[in-house]
C-alpha cells in the first residue's frame, strides 16, 4: 500500500482519522496499534508474525535491562566505592549480554532476510576461486516491510535503555506501536522512543491546525513525488536502461534528473509521513533540511536523511569511540606516531565504519558498498587537505567567508553528490563507471535545442512540468533556509485566500501528477531498503 | 578546574579555553576533538563516559566540561 496511492490516502488514513476522532482519548492508541497492524498486514501478509515475535524480544530484552538498573541501584547502598564498583561490573556484564544478545538477534534476522544474497554470492565467488566450486543456493527471500528501518529502531530502544538514556516501557504494546507505526514503517524517519512513544500512546485533543498543516504536508508531498519524481523516472530510467546509446549532456541530465527525482521522492515521501502522524497530533522527526544548500559532503550527510546520521552518529561513532578497543587503538598511534598524523590517523577507523555502515545498510549489493566508501573516501581527502587548502587560500588570499565561495562550495558538493547518485542509481559499478566515462564524451550543447531531449520518453509538456516543478521546489527550500514558514503565512490570511491556496495545491497534484493511462506507477525508491 | 585546561591546552593549544564559550555552536571543536578530550578526560579523572554524555552542552566550553566531570565523578561516589 504505497503511500501515495488511493488506498491509503482516500481509505486507509481517512477511515483511520475519522475512527480516531470518533473515539474518547484514552482509546487512540487502540486505533493506532489497530490500523498499524492492518498496514502491515495488508503489506507484508504473513511476515507480520515475524515483526511481531522480533518486537517482543526487543521489549523483553529492555525490560530485562531496566531490571538490572534498578537491582543494581537497590542493592549499591551501604557499599564501599570499590565494592560497588565490582557489583555495578557484574550487573554490567548482564545487561551487555542481554543487550548484545537482543540486538543481535534482530539484527541477525535483518541479515538473513536482507543480505543472506550478497553473502551465499560472495562465498561462492570466493570457494570458486579456489576450485571448490558454488555450494551455496542463493534465494529469494522476501524481506519483511521496512525490515532496515524498523530495526535500527529496536536497536535504538535497545541500547538507549542499555545506556540508561531511560527506563524500559513496561507495556509492550507502546514498544509495538512505536516499531510499527504506519507513517513510519516504510522509510522512516527513523524516530527514538523517547521522541514518540510517549505521543503515539497517550491520546491527542483533535486540532484544526494538525490537520490542516498534516494535510498540508501531505499533498506537498504528493506534489514532489507524483509531480517531479515520478514523471524524472521516465526518462531516468530510459536512459539508465539504455546508457550505451547516450553520452555528455544525455548522461549528465539523467544523472542530475535521477538526484532531482530521489529527492522529491524520499523527502516527498517523509512529507506524507510526517503530515500523516501530525493529523493525529503527532510530530515525527525531521529527516531533510535543505540539502543542497549544503558546503560540504559532510554538512550535506546532516542535512539528507538526517535520522539514519543521527543513528549512525549516536550508536556507530559514539558506540566505538569510546569503546575499549578504540582506546587501545588511539594509545599505540599515540605511541607511535606525530601528533600531525595522529589526528589524521585516528578518525579512520570510525569513519570507515560509518561509511561502510551507511553503504551496507542501503542494500545488499557491492555498490551500496562502494556508494558508502565513495563519501568516506570524499571524507578522508576533505580531511588530508584541509590544512594544504588552508595555506593555497592563504597565499592566494582567497576570502573563504565571501558568498561567492560559499557559491563555490555548494556547487563542489552538488557535483560530488551527483556522482555518488551515478552509483546508486547504475545497475552496477561498471555500469556506474561506464556512464562516468561517457559522460566527458561527445559534450554538445546543441542536444538542448535539437530535439534530442524529446527522444528520451518524456515529451515537451513534462519536461515544462518538471522544469517549473523544480523552480518551485527550490524556491520552497530557499524560503526554509531562511526560516520562512510558508504554511504559518498562509494560515494567518483570510479563509479566501487561505482555501484558495489549498484548493490549488490539490488541483497541482491532480492535474499534473504522472499518472494514469500514459504512466506506470512508481514504487518509492527507499521502501525497497 | 586547571587540570582540565591544562589537559584542554595540550590538546588544542591554538583555543582559548578560559574564553571561550562556544566552543560546539561556533564550529571551534570537530568531533574528533570531542573523541580526543573526553579520552583523555576518562583517563585523567578516573571516570566513564557514555554516548549519552557526548551532547554539546557538555562540551560548549571548559567550564561545562568541568561541570561535567564534577557530576560523573559524584555519581561514582
Redesign the interface.
Known amino acids: 500500500m504505497a503511500y501515495s496511492s488511493y488506498v491509503y490516502l482516500l481509505l486507509f488514513l481517512l477511515g483511520t482519522f475519522v475512527i480516531y476522532a470518533i473515539l474518547p482519548k484514552k482509546l487512540e492508541w487502540v486505533v493506532l496499534l489497530l490500523s498499524s497492524i492492518l498496514f502491515y498486514f495488508a503489506t507484508s501478509g504473513k511476515l507480520i508474525l515475524y515483526i511481531l515475535i522480533s518486537a517482543m524480544t526487543v521489549f523483553g530484552g529492555a525490560l530485562f535491562i531496566s531490571r538490572a538498573d534498578s537491582r543494581f541501584a537497590d542493592l549499591k547502598g551501604g557499599l564501599e566505592?570499590d565494592e560497588r564498583?565490582r557489583l555495578k561490573k557484574r550487573f554490567q556484564r548482564r545487561k551487555k549480554l542481554i543487550c548484545y544478545t537482543t540486538v543481535l538477534l534482530n539484527f541477525g534476522l535483518l541479515i538473513y532476510f536482507k543480505y543472506s544474497g550478497l553473502l551465499a554470492e560472495t562465498a561462492n565467488g570466493v570457494l570458486n576461486g579456489l576450485s571448490l566450486g558454488q555450494p551455496f543456493q542463493i534465494k529469494k527471500i522476501i524481506m519483511p516491510l521496512g525490515i532496515s528501518f524498523y530495526t535500527l529502531q529496536a536497536a535504538s530502544y535497545l541500547i538507549d535503555v542499555y545506556?540508561?538514556?531511560y527506563k524500559a516501557s513496561r507495556n509492550p504494546v507502546k514498544v509495538i506501536l512505536y516499531l510499527i507505526f504506519f507513517p513510519t514503517i516504510v522509510e522512516g524517519p527513523i524516530s527514538r522512543f523517547d521522541e514518540v512513544g510517549e505521543q503515539l500512546y497517550s491520546g491527542h485533543k483533535l486540532s484544526y491546525k494538525n490537520v490542516t498543516f498534516g494535510l498540508q504536508l501531505i499533498f506537498w508531498g504528493l506534489f514532489k513525488k507524483l509531480v517531479i519524481a515520478d514523471r524524472a523516472d521516465i526518462l531516468v530510467k530510459n536512459v539508465f536502461s539504455n546508457y550505451g546509446q547516450y553520452s555528455g549532456i544525455i548522461i549528465i541530465l539523467s544523472v542530475l534528473l535521477y538526484t532531482i527525482q530521489i529527492y522529491a521522492e524520499f523527502s516527498g515521501c517523509m512529507d506524507i509521513a510526517v503530515g500523516s502522524a501530525k493529523m493525529f497530533g503527532i510530530d515525527l522527526p525531521q529527516n531533510f533540511r535543505q540539502p543542497f544548500f549544503s558546503t560540504s559532503v559532510n554538512e550535506f550527510w546532516r542535512r539528507w536523511h538526517i535520522t539514519l546520521g543521527a543513528w549512525l552518529?549516536?550508536?556507530v561513532?559514539?558506540?566505538a569511540?569510546?569503546s575499549g578497543w578504540y582506546?587501545k587503538f588511539?594509545a599505540m598511534i599515540r605511541k607511535h606516531f606525530s601528533e600531525g598524523a595522529v589526528?589524521l590517523i585516528?578518525?579512520l577507523p570510525?569513519l570507515f565504519l560509518v561509511w561502510f555502515g551507511n553503504g551496507l545498510w542501503h542494500g545488499a549489493d557491492i555498490k551500496y558498498i562502494m556508494y558508502g566508501m565513495y563519501y568516506f573516501f570524499i571524507t578522508c581527502m576533505g580531511m588530508f587537505f584541509e590544512a594544504p587548502f588552508a595555506i593555497i587560500n592563504s597565499k592566494l588570499r582567497i576570502d573563504t567567508k565571501t558568498r561567492g565561495y560559499r557559491i563555490f562550495q555548494v556547487i563542489r558538493t552538488f557535483i560530488l553528490v551527483n556522482i555518488g547518485m551515478l552509483m546508486f542509481r547504475a545497475d552496477s559499478l561498471n555500469t556506474a563507471w561506464q556512464m562516468f566515462l561517457s559522460s566527458f564524451k561527445g559534450v554538445n550543447l546543441s542536444v538542448l535545442t535539437d530535439g534530442s531531449l524529446l527522444g528520451l520518453g518524456i515529451d515537451i509538456c513534462d519536461w515544462s512540468i518538471i522544469i517549473f516543478s523544480v523552480i518551485l521546489m527550490l524556491t520552497v527550500d530557499i524560503l526554509k533556509e531562511k526560516d520562512f514558514s510558508i504554511r504559518e503565512t498562509v494560515s494567518e490570511y483570510n479563509i479566501f485566500i487561505r482555501w484558495g491556496v489549498y484548493i490549488a495545491a490539490v488541483v497541482l497534484v491532480v492535474v499534473f501528477g504522472a499518472y494514469g493511462a500514459n504512466y506506470n506507477p512508481v514504487a518509492f525508491i527507499y521502501a525497497a531498503f | 578546574m586547571n587540570k582540565l585546561i591544562e589537559l584542554l591546552k595540550g590538546l588544542r593549544p591554538d583555543i582559548d579555553f578560559e574564553s571561550e564559550k562556544h566552543l560546539i555552536d561556533d564550529g571551534i571543536l570537530t568531533s574528533f576533538d570531542i573523541i580526543e578530550i573526553s579520552s583523555e578526560i576518562q583517563d585523567e579523572f578516573d571516570i566513564d563516559l557514555t554516548p549519552l554524555d557526548m551532547v554539546p552542552e557538555n562540551f560548549q566550553s571548559a567550564d561545562a566540561m568541568y561541570e561535567m566531570i564534577k557530576r560523573l565523578s559524584d555519581e561514582d561516589e
Open positions: 566505592r564498583k545506556r540508561g538514556k552518529r549516536d550508536y561513532f559514539y558506540g569511540s569510546l582506546k588511539t589526528k585516528l578518525p570510525v
